[in-house]
């Protein structure tokens, strides 16, 4: 006679886990035939990909202040500032629509962030999402950049704990990972795209160091599971501009001027990857 308490008490567990898989099943199955059928989305990225719009999402804000350093200079200030910048570079040359998450020093939640951009009005196959960062470390002596695509697993140790403070509350598991893998289906090549021009291009114009480099084995492109990227539906990339945590590189990103210079190389960057872009 099976007596076993244990057994017992795994039942439920057992279940629910039977469930979670059924449910995911399902989904997946519907997500399939649908797209098979009615060829969503995906579709249109498989006809092409050319940049409209252009979403830039300073880090942090309001009651979230980001990384903060000892001195007191703030990651949500200098994201927003360089946003601002970067905006103004591109409007001025006004061959983009340009939108960001939030203009002022507010506070906007992950997902309010990840609303924003999914909006109609952004259609996936026009339309790149920037999310702009600053890092920090306990080793002060390091500095550079990196930049971001989305990946379930962080490619490396260090990008699994800066993911970790970048979502704060909201985390990506992987049962949704399967439901975003079919949304993102089809824009991969374009957010690498992005993600490489643009760190190669603002480490060559800003002199920094390349982060991205020694810590990621597939030419240049680190993966990370950040909630922004994981559920924005267009081409995602999120950058860390530098460590406010290292004395001479904190005091560089406050400065108007090297603000500028990463505005401008940025807006350089969209542009090289809209040209690469087939006709
Ligand atoms: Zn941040």
């Not at 990909?49 to 001195?71: A, E, N, T, W």
């Not at 379930?152 to 893998?181: G, P």
């Not at 560089?252 to 807006?267: G, W």
């Amino acid at each position: 006679m099976n007596s076993d308490p244990i057994s017992r008490i795994d039942f439920p567990m057992q279940f629910l886990t039977r469930l979670k898989l059924l449910i995911t099943v399902l989904i997946l199955s519907f997500a399939l035939f649908r797209q098979e059928t009615v060829g969503e989305d995906t579709s249109q990225l498989s006809t092409g990909f050319s940049l409209k719009y252009i979403v830039i999402d300073p880090g942090h804000g309001g009651r979230d202040p980001g990384c903060v350093s000892q001195s007191g200079v703030k990651e949500k200030d200098i994201t927003l500032s360089v946003s601002r910048k970067l905006a103004e570079v591109l409007r001025q040359k006004n061959e983009y629509e340009v939108f960001l998450t939030r203009a002022d020093d507010r506070f906007m939640s992950l997902r309010q962030r990840v609303a924003f951009a999914n909006q109609e009005s952004f259609p996936p196959n026009q339309s790149i999402f920037l999310s702009l960062h600053c890092n920090s470390f306990k080793d002060q002596r390091i500095h550079g950049m990196e930049s971001f695509k989305f990946d379930l697993d962080a490619t490396d140790e260090l990008a699994a704990e800066l993911v970790e403070r970048e979502n704060a509350q909201e985390s990506v598991d992987k049962f949704d990972f399967m439901i975003i893998n079919l949304r993102k289906r089809g824009n991969e090549k374009y957010t690498e795209q992005v993600a490489r021009i643009l760190q190669k291009l603002l480490v060559k114009q800003l002199g920094v160091k390349n982060r991205n480099l020694h810590a990621s084995r597939n030419a240049g492109v680190r993966g990370a599971p950040f909630y922004v990227l994981a559920w924005t539906k267009m081409p995602s990339v999120l950058l860390e501009l530098g460590f406010i945590s290292n004395d001479a590189e904190r005091k560089k990103m406050t400065e108007e001027k090297y603000q500028d210079r990463i505005a401008s190389a940025l807006a350089k960057g969209i542009k090289k990857f809209d040209q690469q872009l087939p006709e």
